[in-house]
Nanobody, 121 residues
Framework: QVQLVESGGGLVQAGGCLRL?????????????MGWFRQAPGKEREFAAA????????YYADSVKGRFTISRDNAKNTVYLQMNSLKPEDTAIYYC??????????????WGQGTQVTVSS
């Protein structure tokens, strides 16, 4: 299995941009679809974006579509989430996950520790 470590979170003002990275170590990174999920205080973890194992296909939650871009570089064992036009409601802990081509939290078995994103008004 792969081990995932997120980075790039922080504090940003509304309308700003932030780029998250998820570095993978272990076996067969290129064989997994990858997802980004987020969890705000008092809320369930929710899907944000996913990318297929080859990077050929992407899928986004309606709440982030048009603002966020997921990408991956299999040669670097890294997946990214470029977040533009950030809103206060984007504030959450962001988690990287490896698994099947799915939007469901329960379908992913490999998770990073998360990185905090805070968007101020």
């Amino acid at each position: 299995q792969v081990q995932l470590v997120e980075s790039g979170g922080g504090l940003v003002q509304a309308g700003g941009c932030l780029r998250l990275s998820c570095a993978a170590s272990g076996r067969a990174f290129s064989g997994y679809a990858m997802g980004w999920f987020r969890q705000a205080p008092g809320k369930e973890r929710e899907f944000a974006a996913a990318i297929s194992s080859t990077g050929a296909r992407t899928y986004y939650a309606d709440s982030v579509k048009g603002r966020f871009t997921i990408s991956r570089d299999n040669a670097k064992n890294t997946v990214y989430l470029q977040m533009n036009s950030l809103k206060p409601e984007d504030t959450a802990i962001y988690y990287c996950a490896a698994g099947p081509w799915s939007t469901a939290v329960a379908d992913y078995n490999i998770w990073g520790q998360g990185t905090q994103v805070t968007v101020s008004s």
